[in-house]
């Protein structure tokens, strides 16, 4: 278990009953890089913000004189705290800063100060307005502009396209040490929150955008600091750990994100029309090309033996049934056996409907050529597939799903 000790600032300007801000600069042995970053932060935040901060030292387990170094700066510079963590791990220290802190928004960013700071009030502007939930900066935009290495920066963007392409991820910078929340979203979500290192900061983004939280992304302008000490390989090899345990985290609804859906996400822009459409949409797509890919292969292999049409029956059923089962979970996020026999019905309707299209199509093309080529009647059921999964989606979340959601 995790002991602390708060230094709490003196000044009475910033009191914990004032404190709009609280910056949390989580440390691991900085006591030679911690005194100057605190004191540029807090002349520019003295000089820049317009309400009252605090920075927060979150000294996770350090064994050399960083606790010593924070404590000094907290009795010098008011609005400075210190919290000491007799364990390590950033996840850990945030998770701890954070829990604690009274400020209404909270922050936190690199002891390096790789990120320029002129980007901290954009940052957490929107959440003072309560325009968004969560904000983070990006080195990945075309505003941005960004001086690191080569290696660091293919295994940025080689991270952010893994995040897309597992977790469904709408964020473009995962791991940029500059981000911030409300105080009431952090509450709801750092209880959800298992990892305690590194893997911290894609946890939190993943959760609130599946919670249907707004996250505001400001491009920053960040330089690269040569004497990082983070370890790439480890690092990779636990946040690799970290998607799969929250991928399947969230196939299996473990995690209770309907009640954060219903208390913080977006109403929908139009009736009828809900704020995770994208989402459900790009979902459903991926599902109906693999699914398409999936019948092409059977259809190709199954014609040689019965003729078309008994082939695209036999194909069309057994991708009709899987795919119900899998846009059930990934598109429309229902769990367990509850009416899953009654959604597989409905899903055989549609694929009725599917079929009637499918050879429909098939019959039209041998009545205008008899002998049709290869390619070309495969292009004719590609094209009426295609009409099927939009009506497919369409009866899915209208009536199949309609009262799941």
Not at 69 to 87: F, I, K, M, N, Y
Not at 214 to 229: I, L
Not at 233 to 245: M, N, Y
Not at 355 to 378: F, I, K, M, N
Request: proline share 6%; glycine share 8%.
């Amino acid at each position: 278990m995790s002991t602390a000790v708060s230094a709490r600032p003196a000044d009475p300007a910033t009191t914990s009953t004032d404190v709009v801000l609280d910056v949390v600069i989580p440390v691991y042995n900085e006591e030679a890089d911690l005194g100057p970053c605190v004191r540029r932060l807090h002349a520019h935040l003295t000089g820049t913000f317009p309400y009252p901060f605090r920075i927060t030292v979150a000294d996770n387990a350090s064994v050399d004189g960083t606790l010593a170094v924070a404590t000094a700066l907290a009795a010098e510079l008011p609005g400075v705290a210190v919290l000491h963590l007799t364990e390590r791990g950033r996840g850990r220290a945030l998770r701890a800063a954070w829990t604690a802190s009274d400020a209404p928004v909270l922050a936190y960013m690199d002891v390096d100060l790789s990120t320029d700071l002129n980007a901290l009030l954009p940052l957490v502007a929107p959440l003072l307005t309560g325009h968004s939930d969560v904000s983070i900066g990006t080195r990945l935009s075309r505003g941005s502009r960004v001086v690191r290495g080569a290696k660091r920066e293919v295994i940025s963007r080689c991270y952010n396209l893994l995040l897309r392409g597992t977790l469904s991820v709408g964020f473009s910078d995962a791991q940029c040490g500059f981000k911030a929340i409300r105080k009431d979203v952090a509450d709801q979500l750092l209880p959800l929150i298992q990892d305690t290192g590194w893997f911290f900061d894609t946890e939190l983004l993943v959760l609130a955008q599946r919670a249907g939280l707004r996250t505001h992304e400001v491009p920053v302008d960040w330089v690269d600091d040569p004497d990082s000490r983070v370890d790439i390989v480890a690092t990779a090899v636990a946040d690799l750990k970290g998607i799969a345990r929250l991928g399947r985290a969230l196939l299996s609804g473990a995690l209770p994100l309907h009640g954060l859906r219903a208390r913080f996400g977006r109403e929908p822009l139009v009736d009828g029309v809900p704020v995770n459409m994208p989402s459900q949409l790009v979902r459903f797509g991926t599902v109906g090309a693999l699914s398409t890919l999936a019948y092409l292969v059977l259809f190709a292999l199954l014609r040689p033996l019965g003729g078309p049409q008994p082939a695209n029956l036999v194909a069309l059923l057994i991708t009709a049934v899987a795919n119900t089962a899998v846009n059930r979970r990934l598109t429309f996020e229902v769990r367990g056996p509850e009416q899953a026999l009654r959604h597989q019905v409905q899903g055989l309707f549609i694929f009725a409907v599917g079929l009637a299209l499918t050879s429909g199509a098939l019959a039209a093309l041998d009545w205008v050529e008899p002998h049709p080529a290869r390619l070309l009647e495969l292009a004719v059921l590609v094209a009426a597939n295609l009409a099927a999964t939009l009506l497919r989606f369409v009866l899915l979340r209208a009536w199949v799903f309609r009262t799941a959601r």
